[in-house]
């Protein structure tokens, strides 16, 4: 890749913010494809024939239920139900791939290595003996037709997290359906010998290099939250919208953490979920500034938070249950809470609001914020 990058860390490892500046590689996402590296996930691989079991022991979803070319999104939490990791889990043709963000790589790997016995399970680590390639748009299968062969009417009929592999111009490839960002995306594993030419491949099909910037963008737009950024070890799944992703079986055995799942599902309901914010200009409130209703009580806490080409100032925020959307709130913070964010990998909020105090009046909405 040639292209002029700016360049941040995220999870301990170097990635692209941004090729051309956000604006451009948004529009090009909506109007054909963007290409991106989606390499910096760490990926591991489970072997062994207690794989399966071992596996769903650890994760809210039914892993025994999956055939090879399936795949889903699950959750790995502590024993009081609380989100240690989110996953991406790819039935391979005997194996097992569970692809994590960079930020939640350690819990998830202190996890495995407390409850996975290697000798009935073993697991590797493959992020450094793999990369991904990913073109997300509304164009993209187009694009993923051209780099591997495979038509685009057999992909867009595949379901969210199933894989095809294919062997196109000498360069085995594992293709996977990907909702990740909102729109329509594909992610495509390869040897990292072969990453650059599946990336000349998609430019030349016209798709335009974009960074995670952009990605960021369409993922808060689609209210898919982060580990890190919008949950983390003090949320419990449902509050963060798991359930409404597909996330959680209720019908499958027992795994850690399942009791407090399972009761909030039966008998009651979270105190607070993740809604979307809108503020009234193209600033929006920073990452973790407190949100107020008009009584000046407070009812939540601003988790994501950037600003949309299409939509201005928006974010992800933990809001009180009984706030309705369309409400609308008051988000106040210090100088503390703005400067933090300006510090903050992998975001594409906008600095305006870094290293000052201030209050911003945004609305509640519902998630995912209105498509183009």
């Known amino acids: 890749m040639t292209e002029t990058a700016t360049t941040v860390e995220l999870g301990g490892r170097a990635v692209v913010m941004t090729y051309s500046g956000i604006a451009a590689e948004y529009e090009a996402m909506h109007r054909r494809a963007i290409v991106v590296d989606r390499s910096h996930r760490d990926r591991m691989r489970f072997a062994g024939n207690k794989s399966a079991d071992a596996l769903n022991g650890l994760v809210t979803n039914d892993v025994t239920a999956l055939g090879a070319g399936q795949g889903m999104y699950a959750a790995a939490l502590t024993a009081k139900g609380k989100v240690v990791a989110d996953l991406r889990i790819l039935r391979l043709e005997t194996d097992y791939l569970v692809d994590v963000s960079a930020r939640a790589r350690e819990g998830w790997t202190s996890l495995v290595r407390k409850y996975v016995n290697p000798r009935l399970a073993a697991y590797t680590d493959v992020t450094a003996s793999s990369r991904v390639v990913g073109v997300f748009g509304t164009q993209a299968r187009y694009v993923v037709e051209e780099v591997t062969g495979l038509g685009h009417s057999a992909l867009g009929i595949l379901l969210p997290y199933h894989h095809v592999t294919v062997q196109h111009d000498g360069v085995e490839m594992r293709v996977m359906r990907s909702p990740d960002l909102g729109v329509e995306g594909y992610e495509i594993f390869v040897l990292p010998e072969a990453f650059e030419t599946v990336w000349e491949l998609s430019t030349k099909a016209h798709a335009t290099p974009a960074g ?17 950024v919008d949950m983390d070890d003090n949320t419990i799944p449902q509050e963060a919208n798991l359930e409404d992703l597909g996330a959680i079986s209720y019908t499958k055995g027992c ?3 399942q009791e407090v799942v399972a009761r909030v599902h039966f008998r009651g309901h979270v ?9 009234a200009g193209t600033v929006p409130p920073p990452q973790r500034a407190t949100l107020l209703d008009v009584e000046g009580k407070v009812v939540g806490e601003v988790r994501s938070s950037l600003t949309s080409p299409r939509l201005g100032g928006i974010a992800l925020a933990m809001v009180r249950r009984e706030i309705e959307n369309g409400a609308p709130l008051t988000a106040r913070w210090t100088v503390e809470t703005g400067s933090q964010r300006a510090g903050e990998a992998g975001e594409a909020g906008d600095a305006e609001t870094a290293g000052a105090a201030g209050e911003a009046q945004v609305d509640v909405v519902a998630l995912p914020f209105p498509s183009p």
């Open 255 to 257: 795994y850690t953490g």
């Open 271 to 279: 105190n607070r979920t993740l809604r979307g914010l809108r503020a």
């Open 212 to 228: 995670i910037a952009v990605c960021d963008v369409a993922r808060v737009e689609a209210g898919r939250p982060e580990w890190g």
